[in-house]
């Protein structure tokens, strides 16, 4: 009697588990398909990757010879270093609150519109660059340029991790390595194009070569163009609720298999005389089986009755559609499950219900009008503003970026200080981003080998910045321990700069991408309005460009600790509980599996 009742209840529990499996195929097709889901990963994806190349090259890539082409014109006013730092923080402030509205004016116009006034505010200004007369028109120049780079990044940055979701790293390597040679280009022209145009010359050569970003823009198609389509989305979940279900058919079948050898010896030499009661007790479970059995015929034929007198053909026609994606196995257990798709059918009714009363009321909302809360969750997005991780993500990164650009805007100056002249710095230049485009090709290696979360290598690049920066410190004595140095930062900052757009939304969906980096932008600018200056009021104070750079190696290394903390108390507890969670899911059906699932770790 014992084996009997243990047989039954293993057969209740195994009824259960395939009606569990035969709601959770059906829920994963009904679910509401993501942006994630739809993105082409290819296609017309790889034009939006050229886009962003485009624009990149040219607004981005002339920043590190900015010091060449205007160092002398700089010279002249005596302000070198709070010149450099104004024209930094005025450019920030523009482009983090530029950054900030785009998410507000993506959601009011398309995208190619909002991306061509900004590479237009860009351009042309670039253009006026090569008249300036002053220190104060300059100013004003860059902040028209912080608006249209604003506006420029979040696109790009935005619409290209909407194409891309799979392959999003490696494209991104690649597409960062490409504009790596723009680095490596315009030192070199600009050099040639000093001595033949003189700086105004060279400076109306190089705003004109930006007026390709407005083309760039052109390419910026909305994803939803080029978005899968739904129903091969569906067929693919199928595909996998009916594969991930075989596999784990065929684990419990040789779970079985083992607990049937593991019977004990007393059972198997059990008498006959048991052995005869025992198959008099199995007399009533084989008519129970046939019972169980017309039953489920039964059930059957109640769900075809009401269904083929139904009047509503679409009805039957979506429950059809529903039946043929379960696979044979599936439909083998389907009879079991007649009181599971009612309540599923209730529940959905239930949600379609939900969703209506929620439109009415926003509806009622948008005629009300916007107050200042609506006003402000049109521009930000209050859940990351609320979320530290994130926030201690933008502060490390807004730090680090802010000593970097400092130190590549100063970089020519510090030479030609320390008495090389203008080739000199020129080639420092060059050594740097021939350095940073090898390492971008071997950063483009290694994630295609290796899969690490773009945070990890940004805080391996911070850290390593550090040492690279401290290096500079103590060989930029000699020219050949200066362009070593120099290289050594160069490769470094590649592992800083191609992560980058990773890191801010790498837990965060779609939906939010261009809110997430306008706050980014914004924390940006509050570091760079208010570091910035200190770094340029630092070297104009103590007229020491060395004293500068232990205060730039410190804005580098602030947020190693902080990133770390977070690392350990947040990303780990994080990992460990979703292993937990999957050897529990695999190991599920087995208590003495279970027993273990919640004793790991």
Not at 141 to 148: D, E, H, N
Not at 277 to 296: C, F, G, M, Q, R
Not at 362 to 368: R, T
Not at 381 to 399: A, H, Q, T, Y
Request: net charge neutral; with cysteine.
């Amino acid at each position: 009697m014992t084996t009997l009742t243990t047989n039954n209840v293993g057969e209740r529990e195994k009824k259960d588990r395939n009606l569990t499996e035969i709601d959770q195929v059906i829920c994963e097709v009904d679910d509401d398909i993501t942006l994630e889901d739809l993105a082409p990963d290819g296609g017309w994806g790889w034009m939006v990757a050229l886009a962003m190349i485009i624009v990149l090259v040219t607004t981005l890539g002339p920043a590190s010879s900015f010091a060449i082409i205007f160092g002398d014109f700089l010279v002249t006013t005596g302000q070198t270093g709070t010149a450099m730092t104004l024209f930094n923080s005025v450019f920030m402030i523009t482009f983090s609150i530029s950054s900030l509205l785009t998410n507000a004016l993506l959601k009011k116009y398309s995208m190619r519109p909002v991306g061509i006034a900004g590479a237009m505010f860009f351009s042309i200004p670039n253009v006026a660059l090569a008249f300036v007369n002053n220190v104060y028109e300059m100013a004003f120049i860059f902040f028209l340029q912080g608006i249209g780079i604003g506006l420029l990044i979040t696109i790009c940055n935005t619409n290209f991790n909407a194409y891309f979701v799979k392959k999003r790293t490696r494209v991104m390597s690649l597409a960062q390595t490409i504009t790596g040679m723009g680095g490596i280009a315009y030192p070199i022209c600009i050099e040639k194009m000093m001595s033949m145009y003189g700086f105004r010359g060279t400076a109306a050569l190089t705003g004109a070569f930006s007026l390709n970003c407005i083309a760039g823009m052109t390419m910026m198609h909305p994803v939803e163009w080029h978005a899968r389509d739904p129903a091969e989305v569906r067929a693919e979940r199928i595909r996998e609720a009916d594969e991930r279900k075989s596999k784990e058919l065929a684990i419990s079948k040789r779970r079985s298999t083992i607990h049937v050898y593991q019977e004990s010896a007393s059972t198997r030499r059990c008498s006959l005389r048991s052995l005869k009661d025992e198959s008099s007790n199995e007399v009533p479970l084989l008519i129970d089986s046939y019972k169980t059995h017309a039953k489920k015929v039964a059930s059957i034929s109640e769900l075809e009755g009401p269904r083929l007198r139904s009047s509503s053909l679409s009805a039957r026609e979506a429950l059809t559609r529903k039946f043929s994606a379960l696979s044979a196995s599936s439909l083998t257990n389907l009879a079991s499950g007649v009181g599971a798709f009612t309540d599923i059918r209730h529940n959905r009714l239930d949600k379609i219900t939900k969703v209506a009363d929620q439109k009415k009321g926003d509806q009622h909302e948008e005629v009300q009008g916007l107050t200042m809360s609506n006003m402000l969750s049109e521009l930000l997005e209050m859940s990351l503003i609320k979320d530290r991780s994130f926030l201690n993500l933008c502060f490390g990164i807004s730090f680090v970026f802010t000593s970097d650009f400092t130190f590549s805007s100063l970089l020519p100056l510090m030479l030609t200080n320390y008495g090389y002249d203008t080739s000199d710095a020129a080639l420092a230049v060059m050594v740097g981003a021939t350095a940073e485009l090898i390492s971008r090709i071997l950063l483009a290696i290694f994630t295609v080998f290796v899969n690490v979360k773009a945070r990890y290598l940004f805080f391996f690049a911070m850290i390593a910045m550090s040492f690279a920066k401290a290096g500079f410190l103590i060989f930029e004595n000699t020219l050949m321990g200066a362009l070593v140095m120099n290289a050594a930062i160069g490769m470094v900052r590649s592992w800083l700069l191609v992560p980058q757009p990773l890191v801010i939304i790498e837990d965060i969906s779609i939906d939010k991408f261009a809110s997430a980096y306008g706050i980014f932008a914004v924390v940006n600018g509050i570091v760079s309005i208010f570091v910035g200056p200190f770094i340029g009021f630092v070297k104009d104070w103590t007229d020491s460009y060395r004293v500068c750079q232990y205060a730039m190696l410190g804005m580098n290394s602030i947020f190693v600790i902080p990133w770390a903390l977070q690392f350990i108390f947040v990303d780990l507890l994080k990992w460990r509980k979703e292993r937990r969670n999957k050897i529990c899911t695999e190991t599920e059906g087995s208590e003495h599996d279970n027993d273990k699932c919640v004793n790991v770790l």
